[in-house]
């Protein structure tokens, strides 16, 4: 624990999602030094991998989580925020990949339909975006807020052709 907070770690499980990229193999990658204990009890979490999600798969649940939420959590967009500062244009994702990412969550959990529709309908409105997720608590990294409110801007034009396709 860097700040001392307690903060879960949601682990999903889902055997009905339809995976459209392969999950890589990757290492898992420390922000702090690996603990003295883990070491001598023989976790070696430097060099420990896992499947995972690759980039472009968890830049399509990104959309999927943002468009079919209940309620918008501004983690998500965060984290496409984080992944386009990191190199990957988080804009050239494919609409038509998104939209199957987001009818294979409706076919597991048949109320986000109706989330979908009604942030649609916010977007359309400019009416969406209201979330109390503080980011600033969210993130070891400092944010420049006017590129994060130019980042959201740009995103938020990208939901909305996302949800004019649907119509």
């Known amino acids: 624990m860097i700040t001392r907070e307690r ?7 889902n055997f009905l999602d339809h995976i459209i990229y392969d999950p890589s193999d990757e290492t898992l990658r420390n922000i702090i030094d690996q603990d003295t204990f883990l070491k001598s009890m023989g976790y070696d979490l430097i060099n420990r991998t896992m499947k995972t999600y690759n980039l472009d798969g968890i830049i399509l649940e ?9 309620a918008l959590k501004e983690r998500d967009i965060l984290d496409l925020y984080l992944i386009h500062q990191k190199g990957t244009d988080v804009f050239k ?23 979908l529709e009604t942030n649609c309908q916010l977007l359309q409105k400019n009416s969406f975006g209201e979330s109390n997720d503080d980011i600033n608590r969210l993130t070891l990294v400092e944010i420049n807020g006017k590129d994060y409110e130019k980042f959201k801007d740009q995103l938020y034009k990208k939901l909305k052709d996302i949800c004019n396709m649907r119509i």
Do not use: C, M
């Open 7 to 13: 903060i879960p770690i949601k682990i999903e499980v």
């Open 62 to 70: 990104k959309y999927r989580a943002i468009l079919t939420r209940e």
């Open 93 to 115: 994702a494919d609409n038509q990949l998104i939209d199957k990412k987001i009818q294979s969550g409706i076919l597991i959990s048949p109320d986000l339909e109706k989330n």
